[in-house]
């Protein structure tokens, strides 16, 4: 696969500044994505996966703020790029994002077509008539009727709202859609329908996506490559064959993560886990970060912050014990 | 148990500390409960509270008299009040008639007169009182002669303010004549001749004669059989206390002091009544659900739907209510504030898992209520408390207002209704006017910042409707 | 869908009026009776005093007797209990309050409703003015609160609004009136027209000049209230999703701000905005007094200071009719500005 990079991120650091201290919610994470492929980010829940998400959008929530690195798209970096310049050509033109309270996304008192249609006329100069054009086509491509333009957000269920944001998200036809758990709120069979249709539009359209979440069994379905988020930081990153094949991830953190997702089709025994509780950010342990949870740890792990490091073509790990055993 | 709470109180103290309108609030209340328990040494008639009615209690005050700080603002200054005792004596006793004379020296540096100068003393007998003021000038001016026959040791009491204005229309005829009786006698002020310049028409200008001027009583006791003990002399100065006087001569101070505990009173009590009140009907509703449920918001419906103040004063014009009553009235009205935000809470709690479990091992419904719901409301029920002290307080002084007051207590509202039937607005006693509402105010501030710190605290996302 | 809604609210409220008005009767059906008798017993001495005169054939005891009993029955004063109190909610429901027992309206009518009639135009100026002056300023002042949430002047203007949290209005009139009125001379002391009354447009000019220091007054205790309540509001709407969402959309923050968020907060705050003044009538009622409009609140004092009780009980009838043709209002106001108000809700 030699394909072009739509989106590249290197070092990227995204602190929370609170009266009790510096969280360091993103912290020097580098990665990047190609054009039609999606890179699935997952970790529990506060590892700085949204954060990341949000970042990508240069719109922490305050009291965040990004202190370094560069988000470069297809090559240009949208760092030194002031906040008008990113909300005009930027946001939503480059980089969409789809997200995790998609029930909540829509403003309640606008009829769906005013908030598109003011989202699409502020990016791209075009008529009424147009406009309405783009959004039947794109609507059409989420498999909703136009009737619905006429409504109001509460007036449509749950996975009808989650297809009209992802209609949203698509009718700019940006370089990368940022899916942020698009499921998590919808029940089991809209969840599957949407997974479905992300997966088609994909293929459709040759979009570009990065999916967050926390489902690694979502995951292992739509995504090209994972990326594993520990405390801040990734951990690991490989190819979906090889953080979900035979031969099992690579990070002693993966290996539990997986580990702790139940499998249908096996014979559960006993639930695993994984013990202890994700690190407290303000004082995130030394060495490694997963070291105080991590089955294996050594002493090396407790002094010295492991880096990303190639243990196959296209798979990175973070782990004293994988650069070991290469 | 009683060390989790005491761990929870800490936890609490340490958030609202760093809310500063908090501490500040929790200082002006510490401020008002010390002046609650000091109120007999901070006010200077400590009677106040009972005897707000008694005009005998504030007889020796001036009326209307600004606070005596007002001098430290004026180019000319106002007299301030002292008690002259231990006069010159001068008994001669000619076995007819006793004559006992005595002459206090009273220092006048002030510019301005003051309200009044009374003779005190305790006597028996048959009595004839002669008082005169020699003014720093040698002139002497009579003022009074009062006759008294007491059988037993009785209170003399001599004001010569109104008196004294013979002898000054008097004084100023001796040196200015044509001037002074094209004015009515009626229409002059005695002090303020008696304490001025001799000069041309000084019945209408004066200048402020200062120094010593000597009062000087003379008593006749055919018989010799009198007796008189401690005699004194009272000047009532034009400017009065901190806070000055009203027109009935009450110290505004006074007042104002003994005003606090009712005010803190009918505050918490009304509306620790009516949040008790409110959060256990709202929790009531909320866990009993259905058919009940309905039928208790049907009736605060009801209750919220009625305008409380209006409904108040007609009912304190027809029943004339004691403050008690009174109290219990509004806590009828006020029991509603909690309800809505009550019972969205409490539906959320209902929903919690160990409420089930409780029901599913047999607790009773009052058990559940009182031991699992409500003391998970407590936090909110202080914030509220807090909060709806301030309206309790300005209802009170509301209704007051209007004059329905109790007349057996001395509140701030009654004290700013007779400011007002008074006409004091329009005479611009702002000593009078000022301060009770600033107190009824201050007190609100305080109420309003310690409960929005709770607030900020317990509720960072609960909104009320 | 909405006049659906809008019809079962003001049903609602017919109702709740007619059970509060109930409860109002039982309440002081006492003494409302006792203060008709004393009223019959004076028509009929004087009914007694002109017949005697005109007719010396007839027995005055017996003539008294019957006159009595014609207006005991006309006023229902024989019946039970219960059925006076029905009764007397009938008759306040129809805005049937009797006749004063000694104030009388400029024009000399002596009936309840005539007094009362006269004075609620006045009240409703007052207010209105007050109240769209209040919100407009506190939505305005509530939004730069809620810009710069934690800022300077965030922090002090919520620091006023807990100030004035229990502030009497009427006290802050008194020492408007000593200030503006008596030092500075600026404004009339109160009343509502100079004596002489000016004509014409000069009448209207008068009006409005005696209109400033009272609401004035009313505004500068009640904004603050309303802007807190704003920045609230608006705070919390600014933490949803969607108006990240519209951020990420690369929507203008003015349009963010004035669009999506005032939108949105729109019915909470005028809800609020009104509750608030709904619930300050009460303290509005002295307020009134101190500036001598001859409002409802006037009326209340007066009628106090006279004892009179009909026109207390009336006004007391019409004061809670308004307040509940506000909340009304309100509800409407709400269903009609948020799409997801739920019909039979």
Known sequence: MNMEKVLEVKNLKMYYFTSKGV??????????????????????????????????????????????????????????????EMRKSVRWQKIAMVFQGAMNCLTPVYTIERQMMETLQLHKPMSKEEARETMKKYLGYVGLSEDILKRYPHELSGGMKQRVTIAMALFLEPEVIICDEPTTALDVVVQAQIINLLKDLKEKLKLSFIFITHDLATEAEVSDRIAVMYAGKIVEVGTNQQIYGEQGPAHPYTQKLLGAT????????????????????????????????????????????????????????????????? | MFKDLKYKLNEFWSEFRKVKSGVVGLVFLIIFILMIIFEPLISPFPEAGKRWRDITYWEDNSKSAPPVWTNLFTSKKYARSETLTAPIENVTDNGRVKITEYEFDYDYKADRPPGDIIFRTEATGNLLFITEIIRPDGETVSITRNNYNFSKPSNVRIALSNDSKNGAYELATKFDKE????????????????????????????DPLKGTYKIKIRILNPGSTGVLENPRVIVSGSVSGILGTD?????????????????????LLTSALSVAIGVIYGVISAYLGGFADSLLQRIYEIFVSMPVLPVLIVLGAVFKPSIWIMIIIMCVFFWTGPVKTVRSIGLQIKEETYIEASKAIGASNTRIIFKHMIPLLIPYSFASMALSVPSAIVYEATISMLGLGDPSITSWGQILQDANSAGAVIQGLWWWVVPPGLMISLVGMTFAFIGFAMDKILLPKLKTR | MYWKYALKRILIAIIVFIVIIFIFSLLFNKVAETTLKGQIDEIVKAEVLSMSKNNRNIDIGEYRKSRLEFYYKKYHMNDSYVEKVFWRTYDTVTFNFGRATNMKSSRGSDKVVDIIAEALPRTLILFTVAIIIEIILGIWIGLKKAQKAGGAMDKSTSVATMIVFGMPSWWLGMIMIMFFAYVLKLFPSGGMHSVPTPEGFAYFLDYVYHLILPVFTLVLLGFWGNAF???????????????????????????????????????????????SLLGSIGGNLVFEGIFSWRGMGNLYWSAVQSNDIPVLIGNLAVTTGIYMIGLVILDLIYGFLDPRIKVGG
């Open chain 2, 247 to 267: 027109n009935s001569k009450r110290d505004i101070w006074s007042g104002i002091v003994a005003g606090v505990k009712w005010a803190m009173l009918i505050g």
């Open chain 1, 262 to 326: 139940p499998k249908l089709h096996e014979n559960v025994k006993e639930l695993a886990f994984i013990p202890g509780t994700p690190p407290d950010l303000l004082e995130p342990p030394t060495g490694c970060r997963f070291h105080p949870r991590c089955p294996v740890a050594m002493e090396k792990c407790k002094k010295e912050e492991p880096i990303l490091n190639e243990i196959e073509p296209n798979h990175f790990a973070a782990c004293w014990r994988c650069l070991n055993e290469q």
């Open chain 2, 179 to 206: 001037n002074t009786l094209s004015i009515p006698k009626q229409s002059i002020d005695g002090f303020n001749i008696l304490f001025s310049k001799v000069q041309e028409n000084m019945a209408s200008t004066h």
């Open chain 3, 229 to 275: 309540l704003t920045r609230n509001i608006v705070l919390g709407t600014l933490q949803e999703d969607f108006i990240m969402s519209a951020r990420a959309r690369g929507i203008p923050e003015k349009n963010i701000l004035f669009g999506h968020t005032l939108r949105t907060s729109a019915p909470p705050i005028i809800t609020m905005a009104l509750l």
């Open chain 1, 23 to 84: 969280v360091k919610a993103v912290d020097d994470i580098s990665f990047e994505l190609k054009k039609g492929e999606t890179l699935g980010l997952v970790g529990e829940s506060g590892c700085g996966k949204t954060t990341t998400g949000f970042s990508l959008l240069k719109m922490p929530s305050p009291p965040g703020k990004i202190v370094g690195g560069e988000i470069l798209i297809n090559g240009e970096d949208i760092m030194p790029l002031s906040e008008n």
